[in-house]
């Protein structure tokens, strides 16, 4: 089933790209982030408030404190607002707060939440656990489903095998599985899939020309100073550059990358 928010139709013709950086930082960082990503086309714009870390040590996100920038960007940019959600205590918040919910690959077999999120009307983004079969996958949005809430869009962000090249393994031949046998939407983060930004815009171009149905990329106006997953992050112009061959490619694939406001 498509997801249709705020004139984007999620599953249908049209590519969708989300984009921004990991985690909301400061209002410099997410205001320049967010009006780059906007202007190069993107349709949704992430960041993290809660940052589920591999390590305690590291930033875990501005929490409650970043809602008013989330506030300020969506005034601002006019675009949807794409969060992680890490504790079903966030549901309520969230839900008045941005316009999707995405569960990260830690909490996709989290069915408490993902049951709490069956009862809200905001589409959630459930992304793969980094070791779950697509089976599993599908079994954890049945979860969402069953509570009443269809609007759900699956994202593949790479698994973890023997191989250590990449960040993760991208898998990309489970998520066209799943798009060929479910009727959710399927989407790649091939941020997160390969870690290595001089990757992400050949997979990104390759989720496009598979049938799938968009992308979300981490984009930070300075990478080298970002508080969470900088070494992947594109620049604002590496994401441009991006989303020009997107939308080219998008022509030829008969997947239009079209611009906010109407115009392709
Ligand atoms: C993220 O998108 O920033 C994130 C934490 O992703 P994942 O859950 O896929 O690691
Ligand atoms: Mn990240």
Known sequence: MNVKFAGLDIGGKNFTV????????????????????????????????????????AFQGLGRDGLGLVKQV????GLPFLTEITSASQVEMLAEAVDFIMVGTRNM?????LKELGRVKVPIVLKRGMSARVEEWINAAEYIARGGNDK???????????????????DLAGALWVKQRSSLPV????????????????MAAATLA???????????????????????????????DMMDKLKKLGEVCNRPVYTPGGHQ
């Open 18 to 57: 989300i984009a921004g950086p990991c985690s909301i930082e400061n209002e410099d960082q997410m205001m320049q982030a967010s009006n780059a990503v906007k202007t190069a086309g993107a349709h949704i714009i992430r960041g993290g408030l809660f940052k589920l870390r591999t390590r305690p040590d």
């Open 210 to 240: 598979a049938g799938l149905d968009g992308v979300m990329v981490e984009v930070h106006p300075m990478p080298s100073a970002a508080l969470s997953d900088g070494a992947q992050a594109l620049t604002t112009d590496q994401f441009s």
């Open 74 to 77: 969506k005034q601002k940019t």
């Open 152 to 170: 759900i869009i699956l994202c593949e962000r790479g698994i973890r095998t023997f191989e250590i090249a990449t960040r993760n393994t991208l």
């Open 109 to 113: 077999y989290n069915y408490d939440l």
């Open 187 to 202: 989407i790649v983060d091939p941020s997160h899939g390969t870690g290595i930004p001089a990757l992400i815009p050949g």
